[in-house]
């Protein structure tokens, strides 16, 4: 557990009186003290100092805005333990000293693995000042991991949150919110964002305890409070402000810096009467934390285990936060990448601002009514992380959604031209119908080997000699038969086929799987440009791969995932595609998992035209076969 010995004054919790606390009550409040029995003059912790006869100090661990925190040990049994003491300063401040027994009562009915484990409260003779024995963690801060590691990656983001959430939970039914939730308020047992720890319930309230002694103060840290902490709505403070703060802190890790959400009263308020910028948070997270993010609590997640169930499966998100909030205006860049993988999709530009009535904000309409997807599982797609294996739930009744081919000529009139020198700039104008791709497979053999995939029987004569007049080799000709339903798939990668991009290089370690069973692939050439990986099935709807692409130290990426479905009809084609553009793509990032294919491949397209066209893709399909 390490932490310099004092935090940054920004980011420490704060005990504020507000305008309304009167200097009437603060004298109230000195002679009440005043009247109390004579205790020792509060003393300085040193190493070595005996804690109540039983904790040994060894170190210094972190000061904050009440306390300072020391490690410790037993001296009977040499177990380690952490002891938060109560500042010198506010040793005889009763607000502060009713807070500090209200943590200890609080971590006295919580028990998850999630949350700090609570030994014992004391007043020590020696100091003159209070202490809360508490497990000691080893590890580091969340903050802390950041620093060193850089910002976090959208999945340990969402396994991370998943896990607080379930922790929090159970304090939430027993009627406690912590209500400090930040970065430095999370420890990770031996560095692991898998074991992650809340501590510091030092402001937290219990339902059964009066709100006395934090009248007339503010209590947190203005980064991370919720708006009903600083008066809005009403001022009540129920378990959505720690939903609310759980989405900034969760924002902060992945960004490597916390949101501009102000640093004092004033500018934290201001900050609170919309939606905050979320620009450059992944695709994979920024929905869930627009939910977590409505100013108005009651707008917000229910609770916490709703938030947890929606960090392991996007598809409970309502399908209004998976749109859209924003404008056009871009935003300021933020630190850090926040994984291996490059921004795939770019983020959620200006937010939408506030409000069309006080207190609330509206929604925006979805820019299409839900539809029935073809990939589901329990009535909706899923697509589920366990131990490195994406696994899609296909339902195969669903019908094939009618598809427009993307209208090739009118997008490329504002894509770089193709070179007809090179191979691909040939194949991509070799007209050999609608809904066909024409791509040189990579194989390392010295004859050209071409991919031909259609929706129906293509005759290659004609292509084969043109081919060898062109460039001098006959070439050998593998052809694919793809679904009506994936012709835009086929349109979109046509499109881009032979212009400026390099493409990637994108191969599959078999062609073929079994329901149930997994698939693995390598992508190269994406040569550090942002990446989209994603599958289009039979129906035409797209699902996003693009977590599934690791990184690999010769800078190609490596992906694996497995479908389950109920093969009925006979072996189902699949096709995967990985684009690589110079800027990140903001289109792939708003749409819902199973979106057709033809609708948003076309505002892919378009957006890369007025980019400047620099794109560039690589397809590969894969037949989905029955079990035996």
Not at 131 to 146: N, S
Request: glycine share 10%.
């Amino acid at each position: 557990m390490t932490r310099p010995p004092v935090e940054d004054d920004d980011d420490r919790t704060r005990l504020v009186p507000s305008p309304q606390h009167d200097a009437a009550s603060q004298v109230d409040d000195r002679t009440r003290i005043a009247t109390r029995p004579a205790e020792p003059a509060p003393q300085p912790v040193t190493t070595g100092s005996l804690i109540n006869n039983n904790y040994r100090v060894r170190a210094m661990l972190s000061q904050g805005g009440m306390g300072e925190v020391y490690r410790a040990e037993n001296i009977f049994t040499g177990d380690p333990v952490a002891v938060k003491i109560v500042l010198p300063t506010l040793a005889r401040d009763e607000g502060i000293i009713a807070l500090f027994k209200r943590e200890a009562r609080i971590l006295g009915q919580l028990n998850d693995d999630a949350l700090v484990r609570y030994h014992n409260f004391v007043l020590d003779d020696g100091l003159g000042r209070y202490c809360l024995i508490m497990e000691f963690i080893d590890g580091t801060t969340l903050w802390d991991h950041v620093d060193v590691n850089g910002p976090l990656r959208a999945q340990d983001a969402l396994r991370l949150m998943a896990r607080l959430a379930r922790g929090l939970e159970k304090a939430h039914a027993r009627g406690v919110i912590h209500r400090d939730l930040s970065p430095d308020n999370v420890m990770l047992r031996q560095d692991k964002i898998d074991d992650p720890v809340i501590i510091d319930f030092g402001i937290a309230r219990a339902a059964d305890m009066s709100e006395g002694q934090l009248a007339g103060r503010f209590a947190g840290k203005y980064k991370y409070v919720s708006p009903e902490q600083i008066g809005h709505f009403g001022g009540e403070v129920g378990p959505r402000a720690d939903i609310y703060g759980m989405a900034l802190m969760i924002a902060a890790v992945l960004r490597g810096d916390p949101l501009p959400m102000g640093g004092s009263a004033e500018e934290a308020a201001a900050a609170r009467r919309g939606l905050p910028n979320l620009s450059g948070l992944p695709h994979e997270v920024y929905p869930l934390l627009q939910y977590m993010l409505q100013p108005d609590p009651a707008m917000r997640p229910h609770d916490m285990g709703e938030v947890a169930d929606m960090a392991l499966d996007p598809t409970r998100i309502p399908l209004a936060f998976r749109h859209p909030l924003w404008g056009e205006t871009s935003a300021a860049p933020i630190r850090g990448g926040g994984g291996s993988l490059p921004s795939l999709t770019g983020a959620p530009r200006e937010p939408l601002r506030p409000v069309a009535r006080e207190g609330t904000i509206d929604a925006p309409e979805p820019r299409r009514k839900n539809r029935r997807r073809t990939l589901a599982a329990t009535g909706a797609v899923a697509a589920l992380a366990f131990g490195g294996l994406v696994v899609l739930n296909l339902k195969p009744d669903a019908p094939p959604q009618t598809t427009t081919p993307i209208a090739q000529d009118q997008q490329a009139t504002t894509l770089p031209g193709r070179d007809i020198e090179t191979e691909a700039g040939f194949l991509a104008g070799f007209d050999l119908g609608p809904c066909t791709l024409v791509q040189r497979s990579v194989t390392g053999l010295a004859t050209p080997t071409l991919s031909v995939l259609s929706n129906r029987d293509v005759e290659t004569d004609g292509l084969a000699k043109a081919f060898a007049e062109r460039f001098g080799a006959a070439p050998d000709i593998t052809t694919g038969r793809i679904a009506a339903g994936q012709c835009a798939a086929l349109d979109f990668v046509r499109t881009l086929q032979g212009r400026a991009e390099a493409p990637p290089i994108l191969s599959l370690d078999s062609d073929r799987m079994t329901a149930g069973g997994a698939i693995a692939g390598r992508l190269r050439e994406a040569r550090g440009r942002p990446l989209w990986l994603f599958l289009v099935e039979p129906g035409g709807g797209i699902h996003d791969l693009s977590s599934r692409a690791i990184a690999q130290a010769d800078g190609s990426f490596v992906f694996s995932f497995g479908m389950a479905e109920q093969v009925t009809d006979g072996p189902s084609p699949q096709l995967i595609i990985a684009l690589t553009s110079r800027e990140p793509l903001i289109a792939p990032a708003v749409a819902a998992s199973g979106a057709p294919a033809n609708e948003l491949l076309s505002r892919v397209l378009n957006e890369i035209t007025a980019a400047g066209g620099y794109a560039s893709a690589d397809i590969a399909m894969f037949t989905l076969e029955a079990t035996s």
